[in-house]
């Protein structure tokens, strides 16, 4: 039997990391944020001052690249070739320039794969932005989580204070709308809602309400499975 997965998918700033994690923890299965793998490869292809019109070079460093996570005691990290890259990931910087290795079918054929074998041995809770349509087509439980967007760089503006980086709240705001329009028009893996997708949108829920919301839909799907 196939394990568990609640695909978790949804624009820059939804909500889907913090709710994410707090379902794999009372569910006790694995948290992953793909995002952060996308990410990871950016930073290091940004560190190896690759430019992100060279597809062969940043597919060949993505082969050439060794991804971990760990979710231990409600913390997500990430590891770049053994090294823990959890916050240098979250700067503007990365979250701008994500979005060309996400354009790269080779790259995302490459963290798929990584993500796919996560379920060869764990029940999981996986956020992003096509793990529904791309990864997982065959998830038991596919989850769109949605925001205003006004509400979602409000979101972001506070983590990343929380994380010590300052800066300016319409300059977010203009940037997620920019993300959300890449990732919503790229030709490989575009974000998308599909027939097959409890929608939620949490603008004005707290997060406990998105993850009881959330529990009670895997717990009608469990019985199913």
Do not use: C
């Amino acid at each position: 039997m196939k394990k568990f997965v609640i695909a978790i998918d949804g624009p820059a700033g939804a909500g889907k990391s913090t709710v994410a994690r707090i379902v794999a923890e009372k569910l006790n299965f694995l948290y992953v944020d793909t995002g952060a793998m996308y990410r990871a490869l950016t930073l290091k292809a940004m560190g190896k001052k690759i430019p992100f019109e060279k597809k062969e070079q940043l597919i060949e460093m993505a082969k050439n690249t060794k991804i971990d996570i760990s979710y231990n005691d409600g913390k997500f990290k990430i590891y770049l070739d053994g090294q823990d890259v959890t916050n240098e990931i979250r700067t503007e910087q990365v979250s701008k320039n994500t979005s060309y290795i996400a354009s790269i079918l080779r790259i995302r054929e490459i963290l798929w794969d990584i993500q796919r074998k996560l379920r060869e041995k764990n029940n999981l809770v996986m956020e992003g932005r096509d793990i529904g349509s791309k990864v997982f087509p065959d998830a038991q439980l596919k989850i769109y989580l949605d925001a205003s967007i006004e509400e979602r760089a409000k979101r972001r503006y506070k983590q990343l204070k929380e994380m010590g980086i300052e800066e300016d709240f319409e300059k977010i705001k203009k940037e997620i709308e920019q993300r959300d329009e890449k990732d919503r028009n790229r030709e490989i893996a575009p974000l998308v809602k599909g027939d097959d997708y409890f929608y939620i949108d949490t603008t004005n829920l707290t997060i406990d309400q998105v993850v009881e919301k959330i529990l009670l839909l895997f717990k009608e799907h469990a019985v199913r499975s």
